[in-house]
Each structure stands twice: as C-alpha cells, then as structure tokens.
C-alpha cells in the first residue's frame, strides 16, 4: 500500500482539480511454469478518503508493456455503494465516466462546463471505434458541455478542443450556423 499525494490545479470557480497521476507496477521473480497461464490476476485498488468521494471518482487505465493494449476500470466504489467492485473493460468499454455529475456541479458555472467538456472528450478519446452508438452519444454530450463552458463559440475566445471529436452532430452543426 502507498498514500500519494497528486498535484492540482485551481479552477476559476476555486474548485481543485486533481490532476492524473503515472504509476508504474513491475513483478520481481519468476511465476513457475506450472503456475503460469495467460491471464495472471492481478488486484489494482485506489480509494480516495470518504470526504472527498461525493465529488471525484479514479479512473485507472492500464497500458500493457508487452502488448500496448489499453484497458478502462472505474473504481466508483468502496464506502461508496454497499460493495466494492470494479468495472474493466477494453479501452471502448462505454462505460459513462463522468455520469452522474457531482452535487456540487454548478449549471451556470462555465468552469464546471469546461471540465465536463475536458472530462468527455477524454473519454471520447478512449474509444478506438468512433462509429458505434455510445461514441456518437458521447460526441453530442461534449459538444453541449462545450458550448455550455464556450457560449460565443464559434465567435468569441474559445477553448481548443481535440481535433479528433468533428463538428458534427445536429445540435453543433445548427450552433455553428
């Protein structure tokens, strides 16, 4: 077990963002040969203290060495729910992250927008399959969060975006009109 201690960033609305945190996990020794098989469990845990659990929850993503495949796994439990659980899946698990919004989150405040919007084109960007259903829900929620944290867009000053998420979709096409 390890306590670490990421770094933040202040919001406009002096709310703290915690930012992403890079953990390396290596094996010492050797697994018997007649131990091993292809899929080695192994048990990942990252909890926040109960105080803090009504407004965050950890995303852990999981790159393997050998093989650069990407997996997703929420922990949104422990303390939280009755039990503690985690939900995996590959990289296009569709998953919705960033629902439900916190208590706390503000509608008339266009920070709280903008970190919806930064926190959906993330998990957009998970996704290696941009044709499916969840991807074109997920497009349409980032561009009314975006526009909800940029209201002169496409006029104005705006926030960048990835250029991976097009401008489209029937809300921002008649926006940008």
């Known amino acids: 077990t390890s306590i670490l201690y990421p770094d933040t960033l202040q919001a406009e609305s002096e709310d703290i963002l915690l930012q992403p945190l890079s953990v390396s996990v290596w094996f010492s020794g050797a697994v018997p040969r007649h131990l091993a098989h292809p899929n080695i469990p192994i048990k990942i845990s990252v909890s ?4 803090y659990q009504l407004f965050t929850v950890p995303v852990i993503e ?11 796994f ?24 960033f629902l439900p919004l916190p208590s706390t989150f503000d509608h008339m405040d266009p920070d709280h927008w903008a970190r919806l919007s930064g926190t959906i084109q993330s998990w957009l960007l998970t996704f290696t399959d941009a044709v499916t259903p969840e991807w074109t829900w997920g497009r349409d929620a980032f ?6 944290a940029n209201p002169d867009f496409p006029n104005g000053k705006w926030a960048f975006w990835d250029p991976r998420i097009p401008l489209e979709g029937q809300f921002i096409e008649e926006w940008v009109e």
């Open 74 to 97: 929420n922990n949104v439990s422990c303390g939280q729910y009755e039990h503690c659980s985690m939900s995996g899946g590959e990289s296009d698990d569709a998953s919705i992250t």
């Open 62 to 72: 999981v790159e393997s060495q050998h093989s650069r495949e990407s997996y997703r």
């Open 143 to 148: 561009w009314y969060a975006f526009v909800a």
């Open 48 to 51: 926040l203290n109960e105080e």
